[in-house]
């Protein structure tokens, strides 16, 4: 039973080693990855490569797949389009399930998945959300980014003279 153990961890070792070296991708690389040991195919971001495992990124999920299902497995190279990661300046009495809203209505551009809203900062004067979305389509993605700044614009906006807001490059309007 031991010496199993140990055969599958000498394969897999192996196995990382193999892939350091021929360097099939790298980390940051979106892959597919097909073989009989992955019950069909698995898809992911690299997010990082060890002697042992193989560790893949599914949004916020992460796959740890044995380097020697990799090595046995077909790797696809996915080519994923550049996504729109904005950083928006809220009010304070905007919520991000309202930003939310505002993206499904406000967003017709075929996305792969739905757009990710994480919270960054909060303080009496404003919330700091990150919100990121990826077009089907590379050519998609100015239009992606028209309709998120769209939807996002009134939830930035402040009372006049107070110069808070966001700009396109997610910088405040007032230089800070």
């Known amino acids: 039973m031991l010496g199993l153990a140990a055969q599958q961890t000498l394969g897999n070792l192996i196995a990382g080693l193999v892939l350091i070296s021929v360097r099939p991708f790298k980390v940051g690389d979106r892959v597919r990855l097909q073989a009989g040991g992955l019950a069909g195919q698995v898809e992911g971001v690299i997010s990082s ?52 809203t505002m993206l499904e209505e ?21 919330v700091v959300v990150r919100i990121q979305a990826t077009p089907l389509s590379d050519a998609d993605g100015p239009r992606l980014a028209d309709e998120v700044l769209a939807a996002v614009g009134s939830a930035t906006e402040h009372p006049a003279g107070s110069g808070n807001g966001v700009t396109d490059d997610g910088r405040r309007s007032d230089g800070g």
């Open 49 to 100: 490569l060890g002697l042992l495992y193989t560790t893949l990124a599914q949004g916020q999920d992460s796959i740890m797949v044995p380097n020697n299902v990799v090595l046995s497995a077909a790797i696809v190279p996915l080519r994923e389009p550049a996504a729109v990661d904005l950083r928006a300046r809220l009010r304070p009495d905007v919520r991000p399930s309202d930003i939310q």
């Open 106 to 126: 406000a967003i017709s551009t075929p996305t792969r998945g739905e757009p990710n809203i994480s919270l960054e900062e909060v303080d009496a004067d404003e």
